[in-house]
């Protein structure tokens, strides 16, 4: 990284965050080819939702802490960023400063009550 640039302050979730709170707080998403989109717009129905990227693909995902999204987004697991969703660099920093820890962190739940 250039010296000049300030990195991303780290910030911590739990590593059993809900998915779904997750992808409301990052807006990214792993699809199964692993390429990074930007979400544009996430549909809830119970604990299911329907997620629509930046380039038009839809998704549709349960609210699991295990299923295969949640997993590849813990792990930063993707090969590449998907052009058409032009997803910003200070995003992709802001996921790549992000930390999955089991005892601290924001469970990001609170932050849906305001
Ligand atoms: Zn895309």
């Given at each position: 990284m250039a010296s000049d640039t300030k990195p991303a302050a780290k910030r911590f979730y739990r590593k059993r965050v809900e998915l779904f709170h997750l992808i409301a707080k990052i807006k990214l998403w792993p699809s199964r080819s692993g390429v990074l989109h930007g979400i544009r717009t996430i549909e809830r129905f119970g604990q299911t939702a329907r997620i629509t990227t930046h380039c038009n693909r839809t998704f549709t995902a349960n609210?699991?802490?295990?299923?295969r999204a949640a997993r590849w987004l813990r792990n930063k697991m993707f090969v590449g960023v998907c052009r058409d969703c032009g997803v910003p660099d200070w995003k992709l920093e802001k996921y790549n400063a992000t930390r999955f820890t089991r005892h601290h962190g924001s469970r990001l739940d609170s932050e849906e009550r305001h």
């Amino acid at each position: 990284m250039a010296s000049d640039t300030k990195p991303a302050a780290k910030r911590f979730y739990r590593k059993r965050v809900e998915l779904f709170h997750l992808i409301a707080k990052i807006k990214l998403w792993p699809s199964r080819s692993g390429v990074l989109h930007g979400i544009r717009t996430i549909e809830r129905f119970g604990q299911t939702a329907r997620i629509t990227t930046h380039c038009n693909r839809t998704f549709t995902a349960n609210n699991s802490r295990n299923s295969r999204a949640a997993r590849w987004l813990r792990n930063k697991m993707f090969v590449g960023v998907c052009r058409d969703c032009g997803v910003p660099d200070w995003k992709l920093e802001k996921y790549n400063a992000t930390r999955f820890t089991r005892h601290h962190g924001s469970r990001l739940d609170s932050e849906e009550r305001h």
